[in-house]
């Protein structure tokens, strides 16, 4: 499964994000709050997340094993919170927990984000059940 236009950050990114990034995170033109724009693939094996570093201008990819996924939330929590999302309840972030080198790392994820009747939107719950379905 494959996913163009997908937005990613990770969880220090919205924890250390700016008022200016949340302000254009709340304007209907602009896309939820992020870091990596690019396409999401999931395979039997990983998910990938090949694309752009937005805020340092320079290529991105990077490589989960799905082995190493400790957890999967498909809505807000502590860090990503309702309020950092102006399409809040509808467009939901995904929470990915996984091990990367001895620490437990955090994403939140926008699967091909866009628009549906004029509502900020994505397919994360398509992406979230994938996941469940290929980690069983």
Do not use: C
């Amino acid at each position: 499964m494959k996913w163009k236009n997908s937005l990613m950050a990770f969880e220090e990114d919205i924890k250390d994000r700016s008022w200016l990034e949340w302000l254009k995170a709340h304007t209907s033109g602009f896309k939820p709050l992020h870091r990596y724009e690019g396409i999401l693939e999931l395979s039997n094996e990983e998910l990938i997340f090949d694309g752009k570093d937005v805020k340092e201008n320079k290529e991105f990819q990077l490589k989960i094993p799905l082995r190493n996924i400790i957890d999967v939330h498909y809505g807000f929590d502590e860090v990503f919170k309702g309020r950092e999302e102006r399409a809040w309840p509808w467009n939901k972030p995904l929470r990915i927990r996984y091990q990367f080198e001895n620490k437990e790392r955090t994403i939140y994820l926008f699967a091909h984000f866009h628009h549906k009747k004029g509502i900020r939107t994505s397919d994360n719950k398509e992406l979230y059940e994938g996941l469940k379905e290929v980690m069983e």
